[in-house]
């Protein structure tokens, strides 16, 4: 006897899909246009949507999808200026999302290996999902005259003298760097002899850094299995032992992840725990501590001591928690205000203070491109008073001949070495410790390492000892 099936509809045909796995991923440049408009547009972080984004997309278009994210937000300026080229007016409303989705196109025909007519095609084809579909002749032509300008561009690359008969256009300042122009001004006031090759370092990709748990396997041990699982190693940090490898690769790849024999982390960022240096039993707090990297490290260096995390926001708080325990490692985690210890402290007292100060994070740009958007001028100087004013009351849980270590993610000099000259002419107990065997700048209030100096991040640090009461 036979069996005979009924006709199904669309709707229990979508049904029974979801119910053997076979789910529609959305389209990949819809997704970056969208998360690009959050991230731009609406202030948020790339951190928080770029995760959320690529949830929706298919396996093998996610890293396309933080290609496309990153890329846009590298060359912003750049890409703009491109769009608003062939455009009468900008778009506005409703329509926005399809900017960004003209300066993803952009973005591929300039710096992508994508084949242009795909790039154009797929690109156009992502205006249905955004409910922009009469936008798709608009996105279309701008797309082919870009196209048509850069294969222009390229064939008169190399003109013969004769054909020269104007000088070509000086693109503005944010357009030509890629940066905003606060940011531009601030740099090149503080590094008048560095500050293009800033910009430039701020343009490319960031390296990975390793950072060996030491507590099962040394450097050299590490760099063995490293070899043997053909990851190769561009160079290692004398200082930190930390690994630079030649190119990225997922952590899952990394010998022992899973079992906390090695973690991710910058080479800048490994030097905390060199600088700090506590010994058995020593009370240790590290202030603004998520995501935990340096906790970690401190506790890798020296099991041994009594570590005190804190944070202000839970959710990165349990981002410390989970460092904790893949590393097998324990710490005490507070949830609280670092500027209000008198809420939180219970007149508990530190041998050794690590502040990782809240900070512009202008020295991890190449990390993070939508610092250039998210930060303005104005938090600058906002930003100094926060950092201040965490200094003046951390200062006061730290013991007397003990030592803090403060520490930022910026190269701005007023939240740097302006900062600690202020902190230490305000009081007489703060002795800097020289770190002139590290900085190129022997008479240097501190060490400020610039962006991919021996290819790390852009970093401060500056050691203070409180000196006992007269």
């Known amino acids: 006897m036979y069996l005979m099936l009924a006709p199904i509809g669309l709707a229990q045909v979508r049904l029974l899909q979801v119910n053997i796995g076979m789910t529609t991923h959305a389209n990949v440049r819809a997704l970056a246009a969208k998360c690009l408009y959050k991230v731009v547009d609406g202030g948020r972080s790339l951190s928080d949507e770029l995760p959320q984004a690529q949830s929706k997309a298919a396996i093998k278009d996610k890293g396309l999808l933080q290609e496309l994210c990153y890329g846009v937000l590298r060359y912003l300026p750049e890409l703009e200026y491109e769009v608003r080229t062939f455009i009468s007016k900008p778009l506005k409303g409703k329509q926005r999302v399809c900017h960004f989705l003209m300066l993803v196109g952009v973005y591929q025909l300039k710096y992508l290996r994508i084949p242009d007519h795909a790039a154009v095609s797929e690109t156009v084809a992502a205006c249905k999902p955004l409910k922009n579909f009469h936008l798709k002749g608009l996105i279309n032509g701008v797309l082919r005259s870009v196209q048509r300008a850069s294969q222009k561009s390229a064939s008169q690359e190399n003109p013969a003298p004769e054909s020269i008969t104007q000088a070509p256009y000086n693109k503005p300042a944010p357009v030509k760097y890629n940066h905003p122009s606060w940011f531009i001004d601030k740099v090149r006031s503080a590094y008048p002899e560095k500050w293009q090759q800033i910009l430039a370092e701020n343009q490319q990709k960031p390296p990975m850094w390793l950072r060996v748990n030491q507590r099962h396997h040394s450097v050299e041990q590490y760099l063995e299995k490293l070899a043997q699982a053909e990851i190769a190693v561009a160079q290692t940090d004398a200082q930190s032992g930390g690994i630079l490898l030649t190119k990225a690769v997922d952590v899952e790849l990394l010998p022992g992840f899973d079992l906390g024999h090695v973690s991710v982390q910058d080479g800048a960022a490994q030097q905390a725990g060199i600088l700090l240096n506590p010994n058995n039993g020593d009370q240790v707090l590290d202030c603004c501590a998520a995501p935990g990297g340096k906790t970690c490290h401190l506790l890798e260096l020296n099991p041994n001591i009594d570590m005190t995390a804190l944070d202000v926001d839970q959710n990165r708080l349990d981002r410390v928690q989970e460092n904790l325990t893949r590393l097998k490692l324990d710490a005490k985690l507070i949830c609280a205000d670092a500027s209000q210890p008198e809420n939180w402290a219970q007149a508990q007292s530190f041998n050794h ?54 520490a930022t993610c910026s190269i701005l000099p007023e939240e740097n070495e302006q900062q600690i000259a202020r902190f230490i002419d305000q009081h007489d107990d703060a002795k800097l410790i020289s770190l002139s065997q590290y900085s190129a700048d022997e008479n240097a209030l501190g060490w400020q390492i610039l962006p991919n100096t021996q290819g790390m991040d852009g970093f401060y640090y500056a050691k203070l000892e409180k000196q006992p009461s007269a």
């Open 353 to 406: 203070i690590l502040l990782d100060a809240p900070c512009s994070a202008t020295g991890v740009i190449r990390r993070h491109p939508d610092i250039k958007w998210l930060r303005k001028a104005a938090d600058i100087a906002e930003l100094v008073e926060l950092q201040q004013q965490i200094l003046v009351k951390i200062w006061s849980l730290l013991k007397p001949g003990g030592t803090l270590l403060y």
